[in-house]
């Protein structure tokens, strides 16, 4: 086994697909001022997956509810993976495909912003908790790989990362999650500043 060779092809293309990601900075932008714009009037952020997408769901509201880099007040996201007693209890009595969509049917308001993350585009419980976000009137966002797979037709946004590789895809998830959380949490600082002048 050639492990260069392994740990080469790795780096090669995680470089090819992230400098693709370049294309996608004015989606990132807009997601960050949609979310910015909700958080000011009293929103939050929902964020869900399975397996590295749930972990990612989880890194990203930590980052904005503790900090990402700077020392500043909290802002409202939650991971909707970590209460093992809701999802255990909604899996066991409604079905596993149903454990987003019932948080979000107790949590979502209008105008918060819904995060499904899905790298094949097709998990049921992540389809199934857009759907319900959409119903609530909440902005729906999709992370997916290239392909966008069902999620790309239920979300108002969606953000393809530029590969077909799971662990490619997840990278651009992760990168980008931490670029929304550097934007929002720049932003926010300025206007906290601009409030104390």
Known sequence: MNFSRIIKNHLKEHLVTMEKLEAHAPFIEDLAKRILASLDA?????????????????HIAAEFVVRYRQNRRALAAIALTTDTSILTACANDFGFETIYARQIE???????????ISTSGNSANVLQGLQAAKDNKCLTVAFTAQEGG???????????????????AQECHLFVGHVLCDLIEEATCEMIAKKGD
């Open 150 to 168: 069902q999620c790309a037709s239920i979300a108002d946004l969606v953000f393809r990362a530029p590969s077909t590789i799971t662990a490619r």
């Open 42 to 58: 009293g929103g939050k952020v929902l964020l869900f997956g399975n397996g590295g997408s749930a972990a990612d769901a989880q």
């Open 106 to 116: 107790a949590l979502a308001n209008p105008g918060d912003i819904v995060i499904g």
